[in-house]
């Protein structure tokens, strides 16, 4: 087991939950994540990470599977104007790799919001700290584990 993965389900643990983690193989788009944990594609948590310009750090977006952050909204939303994360600020804040970041377990603290879409389910699929892990969970209880705050950054991309 990566250490990623041990750290995320660790979080999880001392959360007070009992994670259900899912190996997928390779996966590369939420449809495919979907695919393997037999759900609606919106009820995967994309984590989108960008560089506040301002602040210089990461700043987390975890978004329903189908929709896309609207630049303008999340610049609005984080006070700040927002750039392109690289792999090199992704790693060192959250400690994951690009395409593996879960909304828990981050190595440093990161402001998050998340989009109200993934509330509407009873349960939603986050990546478990690699590529190839997702975890399940009922997305009210993301908010507190996330820290992240519910807001409208979305364009949907259907």
């Not at 090199?88 to 593996?100: D, E, V």
């Amino acid at each position: 087991m990566s250490k990623s993965l041990k750290r995320v389900r660790q979080a999880l643990i001392d959360a007070g939950f009992e994670p259900e983690i899912l190996e997928m193989g390779e996966t590369r788009t939420a449809q495919q994540a979907a695919d393997a944990a037999n759900c609606h594609v919106d009820q995967i948590a994309k984590s989108i990470i960008f560089r506040g310009e301002t602040s210089g750090e990461a700043i987390l977006f975890l978004t329903a599977g189908g929709n896309k952050v609207c630049a303008d909204k999340a610049s609005a939303l984080a006070g700040e104007p927002l750039g392109k994360a690289d792999a090199t600020l992704i790693r060192s804040q959250t400690g994951f790799a690009i395409g593996g970041v879960s909304p828990v377990g981050h190595l440093n603290p990161i402001r998050a919001f998340l989009d109200p879409r993934l509330l509407e389910f009873s349960e939603i699929w986050a990546a478990a700290g690699t590529p190839r892990h997702i975890f399940s969970l009922k997305p009210q209880d993301l908010l507190p584990l996330s820290g992240a705050q519910a807001a409208d950054f979305t364009s949907q991309s259907k």
